[in-house]
C-alpha cells in the first residue's frame, strides 16, 4: 500500500473508532463548525469531541451543500 493510499484510508476512519477521538474539539474544526452551523441556521453545542465535531460537520456539509 502506498503512502497516499494510507493516508486516503485514514481520511475515512469512522470517528467513533479515531484514537483521539474523545479529545476537545480542535481549533479549526470548531472555526468550521461555526461556519457551517451558521449557514444552516443551527447552534453548535458546548463541549464537542473531536469525533463529534467531525460527524456534525458531516451534517452540516449535507445541509448547506459544502464538501
Known amino acids: 500500500m502506498s ?3 494510507q493516508v486516503n484510508q485514514n481520511a475515512e476512519k469512522d ?3 479515531w484514537v483521539t477521538g474523545d479529545e ?5 474544526q470548531e472555526s468550521y463548525l461555526n461556519t ?3 449557514e444552516a441556521d ?6 464537542l469531541t473531536k469525533a463529534e465535531a467531525s460527524e456534525l ?3 452540516l ?4 451543500g459544502r464538501g
Open 3 to 5: 503512502e497516499n493510499e
Open 15 to 17: 470517528p467513533e473508532k
Open 24 to 28: 476537545p474539539i480542535t481549533g479549526p
Open 36 to 38: 457551517l452551523a451558521q
Open 42 to 47: 443551527k447552534k453548535v453545542p458546548d463541549g
Open 57 to 59: 460537520i458531516g451534517e
Open 61 to 64: 456539509q449535507g445541509k448547506t
